[in-house]
C-alpha cells in the first residue's frame, strides 16, 4: 500500500507519545514494505517565525491554506491508498482533513487524546475531569480560561472548533477513528460520533534497546518518575504525594510548564533528584534501575508510551485508576491502581511496595509479560492493516 502520514509534531524536547508513535508507525509500515509518504510540521517552526509570520500562523490555525494545497498536490501526485492523519493542531488545521477527502481518498485519524471532545486536549477543567463541552458549546472554555489560563485564547480556541464544529469536520472529513482506550470510545459516542466507524487499537513499543550502564551519581534504590510536567500528568499529586513520604528517593526526568513550581519544591527536599529533560536513552537506562514507576496522571490518557516503556523494562507502575491506566495497569498484578485523587493511599501503596523488593520484582516480572503479550510491533502492524483494509474497502 501506498500510506500518507501526516502529523504536528510538539516542540524539540517534549518527548510527546505521539510524536514518537507517528515515527514507529512509518518506520514499522516500511519495514513491511508499503511506500509512507509523511507530511509534518512541527511547533518548532512557530517559536522560531518572525512576528508577522505568527500572526499568520496563528490565522492558520483555523484553516491552512498553504497545507490544504500541499496535501492536495501530493495527493494529485503519489496517489495513495490512504490518509493517516495524527495530530492535525495548531499549526496543521483540519483543512488537511478536507484536502485528503476532496482528493478522494480515505481518511483515518489516531486519538492521541480527547480533542475531538475537549479543544484543550485533556477534558481537564480546574484540575477535574470535565466533558461538558461534549455539546458543542466551546465558549464555556473561556469562563475556566481552559487554554493555557487564558481568556483570549481559550475565546480563539473555542472560536476555532466551533468553526468546525458546525461545519462536521470532524463527523464527515474522517472515515475511521482509531482510539486508544475504552475511555475515549465512551467520550466519542456521548459526542454523537458514529459507533461504527471507531475502532481501538493500542500503541506499540519495540524491543528497547538499553546499556547495562550504572549512575553512581543517583541512590542505589529509587523510584522514578519520567514524562512531561503538566497538570494533567498529575505533577502537583506527585508533589502531594512525596509530601507524605520520607526516604523514598524520587528520580524525576522531564520538562513542562510546571518545571519553575517542581523545581521550587524539590529544592528543600534531599530525597528529591530532578534531572530535568534527559536524553531517550539514558532515560530508559535510569527507568531499568528503578525499584518501580509513577503515573499519578489525572487526565484520559490515550495510550501512553511511558507506561509501555516501563512494562517492557520489566517495571511495576503506581497509578490513578483512570484513562489508558485502568486499561494497562492490572491492580495488585502489573502494578497497583487508586481512586483518582486518593493521595493518601497512593502514598501507602509506594511505601507497601518500597518495603518489599520481592513483591516488586514479582510485579514487575508480570508487567513485562504483559508488555510481551499486547505491545509488540507485529500484533499492531496486524491490526494497523486491517483498520487500512477494511476503511479502503469501504471507501471503495
Known amino acids: 500500500m501506498k500510506i500518507l502520514i501526516i502529523h504536528n509534531y510538539h516542540r524539540s524536547g517534549s518527548a510527546s507519545g505521539d510524536d514518537l508513535v507517528f515515527k514507529q508507525e512509518a518506520d514499522l509500515l516500511e519495514k513491511h514494505g508499503h511506500r509512507v509518504i509523511r507530511y509534518w510540521v512541527s511547533n518548532d517552526d512557530f517559536d522560531q517565525a518572525s512576528a508577522l509570520?505568527?500572526?499568520?500562523?496563528?490565522?492558520?490555525?483555523?484553516?491552512?491554506?498553504?497545507?490544504?494545497?500541499?496535501i492536495q498536490q501530493i495527493c494529485r501526485e503519489e496517489k495513495p491508498d490512504i490518509v493517516?492523519?495524527?495530530?492535525?493542531?495548531?499549526?496543521?488545521s483540519p483543512s488537511v482533513l478536507y484536502a485528503a477527502k476532496r482528493s478522494g481518498y480515505p481518511v483515518v485519524t489516531t486519538l492521541h487524546d480527547t480533542r475531538f471532545v475537549c479543544p484543550c486536549a485533556t477534558s481537564l477543567r480546574n484540575g477535574q475531569i470535565c466533558s461538558l463541552c461534549k455539546d458543542g458549546h466551546y465558549l464555556r472554555m473561556v469562563k475556566g480560561k481552559c487554554f493555557k489560563g487564558s481568556q483570549w485564547q481559550s475565546l480563539f480556541v473555542a472560536f476555532?472548533?466551533?468553526?468546525?464544529?458546525?461545519?462536521?469536520?470532524?463527523?464527515?472529513?474522517?472515515?475511521?477513528?482509531?482510539?486508544?482506550?475504552d475511555a475515549q470510545i465512551s467520550l466519542l459516542e456521548k459526542a454523537g460520533f458514529d459507533r461504527k466507524r471507531i475502532v481501538k487499537k493500542y500503541n506499540f513499543l519495540p524491543e528497547p534497546s538499553?546499556?547495562?550502564?550504572?549512575?553512581?551519581?543517583?541512590?542505589?534504590?529509587?523510584?522514578?518518575?519520567?514524562?512531561?510536567?503538566?497538570?494533567?500528568?498529575?505533577?502537583?499529586?506527585?508533589?502531594?504525594?512525596?509530601?507524605?513520604?520520607?526516604?523514598?528517593?524520587?528520580?524525576?526526568?522531564?520538562?513542562g510548564p510546571l518545571t519553575?513550581?517542581?523545581q521550587s519544591w524539590a529544592s528543600g527536599k534531599p530525597e528529591i533528584i530532578y534531572l530535568g529533560y534527559?536524553?531517550?536513552?539514558?532515560?530508559?537506562n535510569i527507568v531499568r534501575h528503578?525499584?518501580?514507576?509513577?503515573?499519578?496522571?489525572?487526565?484520559?490518557?490515550?495510550?501512553?508510551?511511558?507506561?509501555?516503556?516501563?512494562?517492557?523494562?520489566?517495571?511495576?507502575?503506581?497509578?490513578?485508576?483512570?484513562?489508558?491506566?485502568?486499561?494497562?495497569?492490572?491492580?495488585?498484578?502489573?502494578?497497583?491502581?487508586?481512586?483518582?485523587?486518593?493521595?493518601?493511599?497512593?502514598?501507602?501503596?509506594?511505601?507497601?511496595?518500597?518495603?518489599?523488593?520481592?513483591?516488586?520484582?514479582?510485579?514487575?516480572?508480570?508487567?513485562?509479560?504483559?508488555?510481551?503479550?499486547?505491545?509488540?510491533?507485529?500484533?499492531?502492524?496486524?491490526?494497523?492493516?486491517?483498520?487500512?483494509?477494511?476503511?479502503?474497502?469501504?471507501?471503495?
Open 53 to 70: 509570520q505568527k500572526i499568520r500562523l496563528t490565522c492558520g490555525m483555523l484553516w491552512s491554506f498553504t497545507h490544504y494545497r500541499k
Open 260 to 262: 519553575d513550581e517542581f
Open 160 to 181: 476555532i472548533f466551533g468553526y468546525h464544529r458546525r461545519r462536521q469536520s470532524f463527523y464527515r472529513m474522517i472515515d475511521r477513528y482509531i482510539c486508544l482506550n
Open 84 to 92: 493517516h492523519v495524527h495530530t492535525f493542531f495548531p499549526l496543521l
Open 290 to 396: 528503578a525499584e518501580f514507576t509513577v503515573f499519578p496522571s489525572i487526565w484520559l490518557e490515550g495510550c501512553s508510551m511511558v507506561q509501555i516503556e516501563a512494562e517492557s523494562l520489566g517495571k511495576a507502575i503506581v497509578a490513578f485508576d483512570l484513562g489508558f491506566s485502568s486499561e494497562s495497569v492490572r491492580d495488585s498484578i502489573t502494578g497497583y491502581l487508586l481512586p483518582p485523587g486518593d493521595i493518601e493511599h497512593f502514598a501507602e501503596r509506594i511505601i507497601t511496595l518500597w518495603n518489599d523488593p520481592i513483591q516488586c520484582r514479582k510485579l514487575g516480572e508480570n508487567a513485562r509479560s504483559d508488555y510481551e503479550k499486547r505491545y509488540q510491533p507485529e500484533e499492531n502492524y496486524r491490526v494497523l492493516m486491517t483498520i487500512y483494509s477494511e476503511t479502503k474497502k469501504e471507501y471503495e
Open 278 to 284: 534527559t536524553p531517550h536513552e539514558t532515560c530508559l
Open 210 to 255: 538499553v546499556s547495562p550502564a550504572f549512575f553512581s551519581e543517583l541512590p542505589a534504590r529509587y523510584v522514578v518518575y519520567y514524562g512531561r510536567l503538566g497538570e494533567e500528568k498529575g505533577i502537583r499529586q506527585l508533589m502531594e504525594i512525596w509530601d507524605k513520604l520520607s526516604g523514598i528517593p524520587l528520580v524525576v526526568m522531564g520538562d
